[in-house]
């Protein structure tokens, strides 16, 4: 299965139930360089959407056959059209959909298979993602409470080493199914993101910027 996220620029009007949204959008897939004899059924699926609200909305899709989905160097690409967008409308200014944003598209990454190895690999690697954090912060403390270790500098040399790995994707490398799923593991504690924000804690809710207390305002080395 794969998750599809939609975003919105504002708050969307989504209602109570999803069953609209089924009648509302389409979902389309566009193979890349397949042979002729190629059997296109492999490429079907069916999708749900299962999380609308306020700017966001989560679609699920279940491919036929996800091995078969982007097999080659060029991947598949998946089109989202608006059927109606006149029920995709504002709740603040109740405007619907402008006309350029009615129909979206984007890659489809390699698939994995829905079954127990996945299940395990997925497992095992959410495991060894609570094994680093542990690490993380044992070696935090113990370079904290005993300095002049090298510990925590090794440590960090390991995750800039990841850093170089995680990054690989921005410059457009295709990458196996089972490594995107590591890599989607890895990056909390790639990015030290290790701190779970429960409360979803904005701080720019609680800063505000004082012009008139700003000493750089007046200053020439950085001019207005």
Not at 57 to 86: C, G, H, R, V, W
Not at 106 to 128: E, I, M
Not at 139 to 150: M, V
């Amino acid at each position: 299965m794969a998750n599809l996220t939609v975003r919105f620029s504002e708050p969307v009007y989504s209602g109570k139930d999803l069953k609209w949204v089924k009648s509302a959008i389409s979902l389309k897939l566009f193979p890349e360089s397949l042979p002729d004899d190629f059997d296109q059924t492999l490429l079907s699926f069916t999708w749900e959407p299962v999380f609308f609200e306020g700017d966001r909305l989560d679609i699920q899709i279940t491919f036929k056959s996800p091995l078969y989905i982007s097999i080659n160097i060029a991947q598949d690409i998946m089109s989202l059209i608006f059927e109606k967008p006149n029920l995709f409308f504002s709740k603040e200014t109740l405007q619907p959909l402008e006309r350029s944003s009615r129909r979206l598209t984007g890659y489809v990454p390699k698939q994995l298979l829905d079954d127990k190895a996945t299940q395990n690999f997925s497992s095992a690697a959410d495991k060894l993602d609570k094994v680093l954090q542990v690490v993380f912060w044992v070696l935090l403390i113990y370079n904290i409470c005993a300095s002049g270790t090298s510990s925590m500098e090794h440590f960090i040399v390991m995750i800039n080493s990841l850093q170089i790995a995680i990054h690989l994707p921005i410059f457009n490398v295709l990458l196996p199914s089972n490594v995107i799923l590591f890599f989607d593991k890895m990056i909390p504690i790639v990015m030290f993101d290790i701190v779970k924000d429960e409360w979803k804690v904005n701080p720019s809710d609680y800063l505000e910027f004082d012009e008139e207390n700003n000493g750089l305002i007046d200053d020439p080395k950085f001019p207005r």
